[in-house]
């Protein structure tokens, strides 16, 4: 049977947009009936509160919305008349409170509606004419007549921003207010006075930073720090903040209107080394794991605490659109992604952590997406092959990605180390090399375009490689065998293998073979009896005597005979083959898990049997330190839409998208680390 993807863990995806809904695992064909948000909060009982332009603020939970258009709001105990939502039309910002009342602004002043009033949505629906609160230019105190910005600090008090229409064509601007429920305190932003607020955020001891207009295409971050204003100054040139947000060690980041992001380190501002593409940064977050999600014009880019990166984008997720407007994370942890085309709600995949078994993906980790097809001992940790990426380091704590991005071949099939740590990798048609920092390539005289599917470095230090045949060099040059010249039965090389002899073995798609320093012996069918497709398992026991497998035939090969030690049932395709030293074979088979094999008796760790979290398993490795390290994932299968003859091809309904952009991007390639198996 296939791997079923939806039976590894996936992301909780949520959707709300104007043509159907996705919530709670079920598509239900009904519209979000608002669009071009302004802001979008989360109250503590799961309604979503939404402003958008020239609209009133929306309430929606259960799948249902409601308007505000029927509240009153009250001002110096008179009535304010309104029409068309009067009050809550065109909400620039919106805040709610520890007291999970509702405060927004707009171009009429500062806005609150208490709870009570919309805790019962039912209710409030039933009987619109409710009292709201509005704070105008008009009370004593209150510097602004249009509230763009709100912020509470963890005291309760609303810091905010805004500014106030002297007269009809002239704005005033005054800097950042702070309110505690009674009165207001101005601060006027030093060597910014008078001008414009266009970001505000709040640190971790509520001072607040500021993005402030310095002209026409630029501006400057000023933080509020032991009383007074220190201005920190453009963050490089030609560029402008969009984008603010602190860590959990009150770090300063920014992100730009050209993709940029910095770090507010040592006075100065420092560049992130962060690939987003040309365009706005539209906002920036840190989840409560410390993993920064950043929102630009091409979707989503998230970097977890170890550095990895992974990127949530229209082609490959529920997203409508790659521009994203805003991001918030509820108290759940969910990230929602705001566009004008609809939200979209996402939590990543649990993986298991625990003693016994640990997971480590894109997700929560600097691993490196794509399919590890070898893993290698390497100093105190090890070398990983990505068929994808290139080559990953694991240096016992973390993961790195070793190969540049400039690199242009990184589909990595093979990898091994000589005596002095230099790594040498196979790619379609030539030879890396890797000596700890840089990168070269070997190019031979007798390239003819065929991929280096295996590479070996054998006792003496040789570098071995199966290319057209099986290739060696000395040191100086190369030297080929092949069907030609050495008896091979095929040019096609599988894998390589040194065992404790010193022979070289070479895996090929009808056999074996064996060099034993001089003289290649081939071992197929036609010449043993035994059946020797594809052996691509192979290993050495303690007595000496090599084990060789495909899933389906498990060969023993004593030094002198070849012969078939055992039908192996239900195993199907191995991926490679490690020896456990009590004598159990440990195979990593395509859709089964990891196969064990022992005195005749064939087991599985699996899904079932050992929640693992996939059963596509692509490499089994144990380390020098007694652990055992699993590649695993696969790509998920596609659908055949090809049309026949003469018929066009079918279009793909929005569900049937919808939920091949889920699995998609559901399909992790990860690696467990287990502690025994």
């Not at 927004?104 to 004419?129: C, N, Q, V, W």
């Not at 810091?159 to 007269?167: A, E, Q, R």
């Not at 082609?315 to 990230?335: E, F, H, Q, W």
Request: hydrophobic share 35%.
């Amino acid at each position: 049977m296939p791997l079923s993807l939806w039976a590894q863990p996936k992301a909780d995806w949520t959707f709300y947009g104007p043509k159907f809904m996705y919530e709670k695992g079920a598509l239900v064909p009904k519209a979000l009936n608002i669009t071009g948000f302004n802001d979008v909060l989360f109250t503590k009982d799961g309604t979503i509160v939404m402003s958008s332009v020239e609209n009133p603020i929306v309430f929606f939970k259960d799948g249902k919305d409601y308007s505000t258009q029927g509240i009153l709001f009250s001002k110096e105990k008179s009535k304010v008349s309104f029409m068309k939502g009067g009050e809550t039309k065109d909400a620039l910002s919106m805040l709610i409170d520890q007291k999970n009342n509702l405060w927004f602004g707009t171009s009429k002043g500062l806005h609150r509606i208490d709870y009570a009033i919309y805790a019962d949505l039912e209710k409030m629906k039933e009987t619109p004419s409710t009292d709201g609160v509005r704070i105008s230019d008009e009370t004593p105190g209150m510097p602004f007549g249009t509230v763009t910005i709100i912020r509470e600090g963890s005291n309760g008090h609303l810091w905010v921003t805004g500014m106030k229409m002297t007269n009809p064509v002239k704005s005033e601007y005054k800097g950042v207010s702070e309110f505690n429920g009674t009165e207001w305190k101005n601060y006027t932003i030093t060597g910014s006075e008078g001008k414009e607020v266009t970001k505000m955020i709040l640190d971790a001891q509520d001072a607040p930073i500021v993005v402030t207009s310095v002209s026409l295409l630029g501006n400057t971050v000023s933080w509020y720090k032991d009383g007074q204003w220190k201005s920190l100054g453009s963050v490089a040139k030609n560029e402008s903040v969009t984008a603010l947000a602190t860590d959990k060690q009150n770090t300063l980041y920014v992100g730009t209107n050209v993709g940029g992001l910095f770090a507010w380190k040592n006075e100065s501002w420092v560049k992130q080394d962060i690939q987003l593409g040309m365009g706005d940064v539209t906002d920036i977050k840190f989840d409560q794991s410390g993993n920064l999600w950043i929102a630009h014009n091409g979707g989503i880019k998230t970097v977890n605490a170890q550095g990895g990166e992974y990127s949530i984008t229209q082609g490959n997720s529920p997203l409508p659109i790659n521009t994203v407007k805003k991001i918030i994370i509820d108290a759940d942890g969910r990230k929602w992604f705001i566009t004008d085309l609809g939200m979209v709600g996402y939590k990543e995949p649990a993986f298991p952590a625990d003693d016994a078994m640990k997971v480590f993906t894109k997700f929560n980790s600097g691993m490196v997406d794509g399919a590890i097809g070898q893993i290698i001992n390497y100093k105190d940790g090890f070398l990983m092959v990505n068929n994808d990426k290139g080559l990953i380091r694991y240096d016992g704590k973390s993961f790195s990605a070793l190969t540049p991005g400039n690199q242009q071949e990184v589909a990595y099939y093979s990898a091994a180390t000589d005596k002095s740590g230099n790594a040498y990798m196979g790619t379609y048609r030539y030879l890396h090399k890797y000596d700890g920092t840089n990168y070269s390539k070997w190019d031979w005289k007798d390239d003819i375009g065929k991929q280096v599917n295996t590479v070996l470095v054998d006792s003496k230090n040789t570098v071995w490689i199966g290319f057209n045949g099986v290739s060696k060099f000395n040191g100086t040059t190369w030297h080929n065998f092949d069907k030609k010249n050495a008896g091979l039965s095929s040019n096609t090389v599988l894998q390589l293998f040194e065992d404790s002899k010193g022979n070289i073995w070479a895996i090929l798609p009808d056999g074996v073979a064996k060099y034993d320093g001089t003289t290649w012996t081939s071992f197929t069918k036609k010449t043993t009896e035994v059946q020797l497709r594809n052996m691509i398992g192979v290993v050495e026991t303690k007595e000496g005597k090599l084990l060789f497998t495909n899933g389906y035939t498990l060969a023993e090969y004593d030094g002198t005979t070849m012969k078939t030690l055992a039908t192996l049932k239900d195993v199907g395709d191995v991926q490679n083959m490690i020896l456990d030293e009590d004598g159990t074979l440990l195979m990593a088979t395509k859709d089964k898990g990891i196969a064990k094999y022992k005195d005749g008796v064939i087991s599985f760790c699996d899904q079932k049997t050992c929640k693992l979290p996939s059963n596509a398993i692509n490499y089994i490795y144990k380390h020098t330190d007694g652990t055992y390290w699993i590649s695993c994932g696969s790509k998920p299968a596609t659908v055949n839409t090809m049309p026949q003859a003469g018929q066009a091809a079918p279009a793909e309904s929005a569900t049937d998208a919808f939920t091949r952009k889920v699995k998609e991007f559901d399909t992790f390639f990860g690696l467990i680390q287990l502690n025994k198996l």
